[in-house]
Structure formats: C-alpha cells, structure tokens
C-alpha cells in the first residue's frame, strides 16, 4: 500500500506551497449572501487543535437550500490561507446555484510546522467542528436546514484526504467526491502508528469518486518530490473499484501538485452527480447514483466507451457516469481543452457613476469568466481586466491561488473611464467572455 508516503507527501506540499495574503486575521469582508463563523483551537482531547473559520455562500432567493457544495484546501499555511476566498468563486458560485446549493469553504489556521493530520483526518476533531460549524452559519444566515443537508466535496491534496475521510466516515450524507491529489488512509501505516486506518463501508461503493492527481506526481514523471503520488492513487482507485464502487481516475496531463485546469472537469462531474443524486424533497435521503448509462475506460487509457460494450475487466476500469462526462473526460486527460460552445451569461446591473462604471456578473458552468470587455459608444476600449492572467491554467477573471480559490484581495467588476468625464454623451455596454473565448450578449 502507498498511501503511507503520499501523507508525508501532503506534508511536503505544506512546505512548498506558495504563501498567499491575506493573513488569517484579515479575511475577504462578508455580508449576505455571505456569512462566516470562526472556532478557536481546542486542548481538549479529541477536539480540533487549530482555529478554524467557515465563509458560506448561499444562493439569493434560495428559500430552502438543497445541498452544500464544500470546497476544501491543503495543508499548510498558504494553502489554509487560500481557504479564506473559496466561498466568493463566481465559478463555483454558478454550480452551487443551479442545484440551490451553499458553497462553503473551511481556512483552518495551521501554523506551517504543524501536522496538518490534525485537521486533515476529519477523526482528529475536524468532523466535529464542520458540523457544528454548519449548525452556526444555518443560525446566523436563517437556513438552519444546512445542519441537516448531504454534501459535495471536493478537496485538494490533504483536502482530498479530509474529504475522503468524510466520505468513508458519512456515505450516507456524501453526495460525490473529487480527490484532488489527496486521499484517505484506509490501511495501516507503519510510519505512523498513531495514524489510525479508515474503513471502507459497503454503502461508500454507492458514492461517486473521482481522483485527480498530475501527470508529473508519478505518473509520467516517475521521480522527485511527488511521484508517489500516483502509486497511492493507483492502490486506492484499485480497492474501491474491485468492490465494485463507483470510482474514476482523471490524470491532469499538465501539471504536477498544483491545481491547474482540474475544475473544467471537476465541475461538470459534481453537476452531474449533484443533478442525479439531490432529493426533489429538500432534506430527504439521497438517490442513488444511477450506471445505466455508466461509461468505461481502461486506467490510464485514453478512450472511454459505453459499459455495454467494454471488452476488459469491467472491476479494474475507470467509472465514468455518462456520455457526456465520457467525451470531457477523454478530452481532458488529452489536453484539458473541454469544448464548450455556449456563451457565457450576459452581464447585469451596469451603473455610471462619473466616471466610475460597476456591474454584476455570473459565471458561465463550464468556462467561468476569463474577463470583461468595455464598450463605449459601441466601440470597444479595453478588457477588465487588461491582462487576464493565471499562473496555474487558463487566465481567470478572478486569478487562481493553489489550491483553486480566487486570488486575495478579491478583483472587482469596476473599471474607471479616463475619458468619462470628458464633454459629449456617451453609453457604456460590458460583456463577459469565458476562459473559452466565447463572448457573452
């Protein structure tokens, strides 16, 4: 079993993951729809040794929320730092939308040294403090049905862990996971004999899964710090699936530890899961994940095809749940190039104030937003912003920091007119455009 080296791993990737502002006593401002409660550390046994603080994103004219999407960092201070801006993902924002949703995202303050198992192991008191965590922000935001509501999860690196200990630990309530570089340990660890296994209950097979490490964590780099990665990748999906569960393998072909791309896939994954999975009664048990329509590929093969028809060893072949996320899939292991052919919503609410123009704007479910385009009596006069640029993937209107969350401070949808105050009347239009290139209205 490797997946004892990939947790020295997620230590690793504490120490190199880039550090990032804003420092934990000065998180983005929120107000509704946004709301956040803050836990200090405990010393009591079996309680969460680090403070924490959960940012919650709810869906406007959302009576009675549906579900909770939970957008998870790694460990380490940077990474834990990057938590602070999950929920306010105009991206992750549009799938929570869709299926009435909350977007939430934890920032545990784990100073850089310190083990992030004590987080990461949901065990170590981390599953207690969600929870009473969901409880506070249903209390301060009016939805107190969030204490009671199932969830998607996705988590990066000792995220991935973290979410997969959830899931193992609450099949029942786990609507899908995406295991971003990061898993749960389910055997012994003779490296760490404090480090007690994960089981893997019979009702976790009826869990989507996916696990999504890069290319260059072992895959087709076979050394150096992270090419363990997919060794521990390889043994779990092998576990899972022998059972039969419900598990695929998305190897990004562009990266090493960092997030990349990944979100154009994992997106439309989460969405097709959140559309079979959540109840049309708010609160009532899970549907299960329907395979009628599954799809198949070989582990590490690039082309995927109807089950009916798959040739091998159906227990040793990546679960895929449809047609549709078999044809980004096979894509995205190629280059990451998704195609999307719709255009993005249009923006709304443009105001001139002087010179001073701001607007409000949805993300488009595929392809997000890269950045706007200014108009000014029909004629285009510069994007917002000017260079749009991402150093882990596509430019992002809103950046990426590492662990997939907008970079802080947060951008806003304002640009400033040096020529607004001039004589003459003039009118003012924006458009979106997707990280496709695809324009909006």
């Not at 780099?221 to 699936?241: C, D, L």
């Amino acid at each position: 079993m490797q997946i004892p080296a990939l947790l020295s791993l997620l230590l690793l990737a504490a120490t190199i993951a880039p550090a990032q502002e804003p420092p934990y006593d000065n998180p983005p401002d929120v107000a509704p729809p946004y709301y956040r409660v803050r836990f200090e550390a405990s010393n009591k046994a079996g309680e969460l040794i680090f403070p924490v603080q959960y940012t919650v994103w709810i869906p406007e004219g959302v009576e009675t929320l549906r579900g909770i999407i939970v957008h998870q960092h790694g460990c380490g201070e940077g990474s834990c730092q990057s938590g602070q801006t999950g929920a306010f993902d105009l991206h992750w924002q549009a799938l929570a939308k869709k299926h009435d949703c909350a977007l939430l995202s934890p920032s545990y303050e784990q100073p850089q040294a310190a083990d992030c198992q004590m987080w990461c192991d949901p065990r170590n008191g981390s599953d207690d403090a969600f929870r009473k965590g969901l409880a506070a922000l249903g209390e301060k935001s009016g939805h107190t049905e969030l204490v009671d509501l199932s969830w998607a999860l996705w988590g990066h690196s000792g995220g991935g862990h973290w979410c997969g200990g959830m899931t193992l630990l609450h099949p029942e309530r786990t609507i899908a996971t995406w295991h971003r570089s990061g898993l749960p340990l389910f055997e012994p660890n003779p490296d760490r004999a404090t480090i007690k296994p994960h089981q893997l209950p019979q009702a976790a097979l009826g869990v989507p899964m996916m696990c999504n490490p890069g290319t260059k964590e072992g895959v087709t780099v076979k050394e150096g710090k992270f090419a363990r990665v997919w060794p521990a990748n390889e043994t779990f999906f092998e576990a899972v699936r022998g059972k039969g569960g419900l598990i695929g393998v998305a190897v990004d072909p562009l990266t090493a530890h960092e997030c990349g791309n990944q979100r154009y896939m994992a997106i439309p994954w989460l969405d097709a899961c959140l559309s079979a999975r959540l109840p049309e009664e708010p609160g009532a048990p899970l549907e299960a994940m329907p395979t009628g329509e599954a799809w198949l590929a070989p582990l590490l093969g690039a082309t995927a095809v109807p089950e009916s028809v798959y040739q091998g060893d159906k227990t040793k072949a990546v679960w895929l749940p449809n047609e549709t996320i078999a044809k980004a899939w096979m894509r995205y292991t190629k280059d990451t190039n998704i195609p999307d052919t719709t255009p993005p919503p249009a923006p709304t609410e443009l105001k001139v104030e002087g010179n001073i123009l701001t607007w409000r704007a949805e993300a488009d479910l595929e392809s997000g937003i890269s950045h706007f385009i200014i108009e000014r009596n029909s004629q285009p006069i510069t994007t917002v912003p000017e260079n749009p640029t991402n150093r882990f993937g596509r430019p992002l209107f809103q950046g990426l920091q590492y662990s997939d969350t907008p970079e802080a401070p947060l951008v806003k949808m304002r640009f400033v007119d040096p020529e607004g105050n001039a004589a003459g009347k003039r009118t003012y239009r924006v458009r979106a455009v997707n990280t496709a290139g695809l324009k909006s209205e």
